[in-house]
């Protein structure tokens, strides 16, 4: 049975920073897309970031660019996200998935791509 397992939300200050992991079980993802979302109360899930397997292939959500960075370590079966600058308006339940399919070239930013999903996380970012 495929299990993930988010850590590493918190309560911050504007301006802090987090980093939020997520490790898979069950099976092996390392030609899998990993990504992360997020979705605040009364709000619909939003992208926030993907990652490739070979990893040097990333998406971005425009409000976390240059500021969120994401990672994987395949041998350990897990994502990482690095929050940094983090604002009131990232306040959220963090979700990481993933979509079996790694080909590149695809867009990911639908949560309707994705096979698995974690519990969440909550990340609140007091002003």
């Known amino acids: 049975q495929v299990q993930l397992v988010e850590s590493g939300g918190g309560l911050v200050q504007a301006g802090g920073s987090l980093r939020l992991s997520c490790t898979v079980s069950?099976?092996?993802?390392?030609?899998?897309?990993m990504a992360w979302f997020r979705q605040a109360p009364g709000k619909e899930r939003a992208f926030v970031a993907a990652?490739?397997?070979?990893?040097?292939?990333?998406d971005y959500a425009d409000s976390v660019k240059g500021r969120f960075t994401i990672s994987r370590d395949n041998a350990k079966n897990t994502v990482f996200l690095q929050l940094n600058s983090l604002k009131s308006e990232d306040t959220a339940s963090y979700y990481c998935?993933?979509?079996?399919?790694?080909?590149?070239?695809?867009?990911?930013?639908?949560?309707?791509?994705?096979?698995?999903w974690g519990q969440g996380t909550q990340v609140t970012v007091s002003s």
């Open positions: 998935a993933v979509d079996r399919d790694g080909r590149p070239y695809i867009p990911r930013r639908s949560p309707n791509r994705y096979d698995y």
């Open positions: 069950g099976r092996t993802f390392s030609t899998s897309v």
């Open positions: 990652i490739w397997s070979s990893a040097d292939n990333t």
